[in-house]
């Protein structure tokens, strides 16, 4: 009788086990058709792709934007099915390398006719799954926020170039970092003073030390500096064009903007002074701030980025000037809401034909070689697009220059 009771209490708690395992397993199905339900619901265009960029999902949005139904984009490349997305991939690579989100906001994707004048963010999120890596594409149609049609027509211009840089600074990346390191190697392989180098110049008979002396009679040395300091300044070219198409997360915090402005201009004199053989003395400097602190909330490295872009441009312009040189920096409390900043040199001005094309990417007047014409793009983008307010330039030329600089105190996403 006991051993009876006993399969009689056995068979129960299997009978039990089984029906939690269903009801686990019905509890997971029921979740992941209600997940499944609510990204084919999303408003945005939403992707899931593989680390070779397969599509693993397509949900109804962008099977509406494109006319490609789901069954017939999802396991093929997501270059293929769309080529507008060709020169983001990147953006794939470096989310599932890093495990970070990745975000363009701005973006210039023509995948339908009509999105000729629109404008979008992209978001890149890495998704860790069992024995594979894939990432969430998110699309967004952001046109409607915009607030003018000239805004929106320097928003275009921004962007249909910041997807063509995004996709050439991919590919220029990986040939700049070899060049680099095979001068790096070069210049080891030749130094006499390292045992494996003194080896197999024994083994071959060759006088190192007299190897080096032709060398440098012949400045071979000095050739080999060359490569790697110009490889140096190509690779932070790169990275500045990537700055000016990739966001970082959104870190918006509190700040007092007079602290933030005046780590700015000591970055701009240390970098005026190493990188322009000038002296930042030269210059008079004079600011006008409150005397209290004037707090706003922003991204504090984003703001300094463009006290330092203009300030560093401000002392360019002023080098090859005898007369006085001078920038202030004016800081104005306007009202509760908003604050003023206004940067002004005495330096040669702009001509009035070019002075509407300063914040378009790539445009400079500076000699070859000493800019790229990003940096007044990335303060456009810095101020207007990531921070909602505006930023203008007055100039007479041969008089002065005057960037006014417009912010929210409280930050509007």
């Known amino acids: 009788m006991p051993q009876i009771l006993q399969v009689i209490d056995f068979s129960f708690t299997v009978s039990i086990i089984t029906i939690k395992y269903i009801d686990i397993e019905r509890y997971m199905e029921d979740n992941l058709e209600r997940l499944k339900n609510v990204l084919q619901q999303m408003p945005s265009a939403l992707i899931v792709v593989r680390q070779d960029y397969t599509i693993q999902d397509w949900n109804k949005c962008i099977a509406e934007k494109t006319k490609i139904p789901a069954e017939y984009a999802i396991g093929r490349k997501l270059n293929l099915i769309i080529p507008a997305l060709t020169d983001y991939l990147g953006m794939v690579k470096e989310a599932l390398s890093s495990q970070s989100i990745q975000n363009v906001k701005h973006a210039k994707i023509i995948i339908s006719a009509d999105d000729l004048h629109k404008i979008f963010d992209i978001t890149v999120y890495p998704v860790p799954v069992i024995n594979q890596r894939e990432a969430v594409i998110i699309i967004d149609d952001i046109t409607s926020g915009v607030k003018s049609d000239s805004e929106l027509a320097q928003i275009e211009k921004l962007a249909s170039v910041g997807a063509s840089v995004a996709g050439v600074a991919h590919e220029i990346n990986n040939p700049l970092a070899s060049i680099i390191q095979s001068a790096q190697n070069i210049k080891r392989r030749l ?107 922003c991204d504090p490295q984003e703001i300094e980025q463009v006290i330092i872009n203009i300030i560093r441009n401000s002392a360019q312009a002023l080098a090859t000037q005898e007369a006085s040189k001078e920038i202030n920096i004016k800081v104005t409390q306007q009202s509760k809401s908003v604050v003023k900043i206004e940067i002004y ?63 929210p105190v409280k930050h509007l996403d």
Do not use: W
């Open 191 to 297: 130094n006499p003073e390292l045992d494996s180098n003194r080896k197999t110049a024994e083994e071959i008979g060759l006088d190192l030390e007299k190897l080096k002396k032709y060398f440098q009679e012949r400045s071979v040395s000095s050739f080999l500096d060359n490569i790697s300091k110009e490889g140096e300044r190509a690779s932070r070219i790169v990275t500045n064009m990537l700055k000016f198409v990739r966001n970082r997360p959104n870190k918006k915090t509190k700040n007092n903007l007079i602290d933030i402005i005046e780590k700015g201009i000591q970055v701009a004199e240390m970098e005026v002074n190493l990188q322009d053989d000038s002296d930042f003395k030269d210059i008079n400097f004079s600011k006008d701030f409150p005397d209290k602190a004037v707090i706003i909330e």
């Open 345 to 407: 040199d005495n330096g040669p001005g702009i001509p009035e034909e070019i002075i509407d094309q300063v914040f378009q990417p790539f445009f400079t007047t500076k000699s070859s070689g000493k800019g790229t014409g990003l940096g007044l793009s990335i303060c456009y983008n810095i101020i207007n697009m990531h921070h909602h307010g505006s930023i203008v330039i007055e100039s007479v030329e041969n008089a002065f220059s005057k960037f006014t600089i417009t912010l």
